[in-house]
């Protein structure tokens, strides 16, 4: 996120542990420490705040919620609080997994009902920041998907790094999600930056489709063997944190309101990278 914003505003990275992207300028923070936290803003003098730190892994928060609580809660209404005594916008990034799943395209004023420990945490995180900083945009990321950045592959990259390498992949049929270009999803930030906009956004791709769909269709488009493709379901193949069916969001608020409008679905697999950097 970082390295996509760089390119459009002066980006300062809040480091912790991992080293940001290479030619970012960098400070100092600590997002369990409020002194932490002032110390940063000191040191940046930010005119507006990305907050896009999180514990986002679901499996493991199922195993150990208190880190999860801290980071994805407690820190992100630490963050809003100071956002909001020195007059900074903030955008926070949330995901599409504060819903219980029993619904085809969510939009923002739905019920959520988060069923895993993570989109409990992020719809908590999510009211904290908007009770600190009413001012603030919330925006629920759905799966990522496209070019990756960094280390961490997208879901698309994934599965044809995966196909390229003769490897099956098993994806499940009963998750339904609407992936989203990681290009897009910067731009809606900066876009969020950059209009008198408040609340909650929901970013979804242009299909509604299954893991399972998604991995057919990453073979499609680049030509990769689609015997590799391997149906599942999540009661074949349990997560330690089970999943919510449905998902998928109606994005139609950050079209009409960002002007957003995300890449479609074939062009975003085309642009993932060929391989891990």
């Not at 100092?28 to 907050?51: M, N, T, Y």
């Not at 629920?140 to 044809?160: N, P, S, Y």
């Not at 790094?161 to 809606?188: C, E, H, K, M």
């Not at 242009?206 to 991995?215: K, W």
Request: net charge negative; proline share 6%; hydrophobic share 40%.
């Amino acid at each position: 996120m970082a390295a996509l914003l760089a390119v459009r505003f002066e980006t300062i990275a809040g480091r912790h542990a991992s080293a940001p992207p290479a030619g970012l300028e960098e400070v100092g923070l600590d997002l369990l420490d409020r002194a932490s936290i002032a110390a940063a803003f000191e040191r940046a003098r930010p005119d507006a705040v990305v907050h896009c730190a999180a514990q986002s892994d679901p499996d493991r928060s199922e195993a150990d919620p208190a880190p999860s609580h801290r980071l994805n809660v407690e820190a992100s209404a630490a963050l809003a609080g100071e956002s909001r005594r020195r007059g900074l916008r903030l955008v926070a990034l949330s995901t599409d997994l504060v819903f219980a799943g029993d619904r085809a395209l969510s939009r923002e004023e739905h019920e959520t009902g988060p069923i895993l420990v993570y989109g409990r945490t992020k719809l908590l995180g999510e009211e904290a920041i908007l009770a600190e900083a009413p001012d603030a945009v919330v925006l629920r990321v759905a799966l990522v998907a496209g070019r990756g950045h960094g280390r961490k592959a997208t879901c698309t990259e994934k599965v044809a790094w995966s196909l390229r390498a003769g490897q099956p992949v098993r994806l499940y049929t009963d998750q339904i999600r609407t992936p989203a270009d990681s290009a897009a999803i910067a731009d809606a930030v900066a876009r969020a930056l950059e209009r008198d906009a408040s609340g909650r956004f929901h970013l979804g791709g242009p299909e509604r489709l299954s893991r399972y769909e998604l991995g057919l269709r990453v073979a499609s488009v680049l030509g990769l063997p689609a015997a590799l493709v391997i149906a599942t379901t999540t009661t074949e193949m349990p997560q330690a944190g089970h999943r919510p069916a449905d998902v998928s969001l109606d994005s139609s608020r950050a079209r009409r309101e960002l002007g957003w409008q995300p890449l479609p679905l074939d062009e975003t697999i085309r642009d993932g990278r060929p391989g891990p950097d």
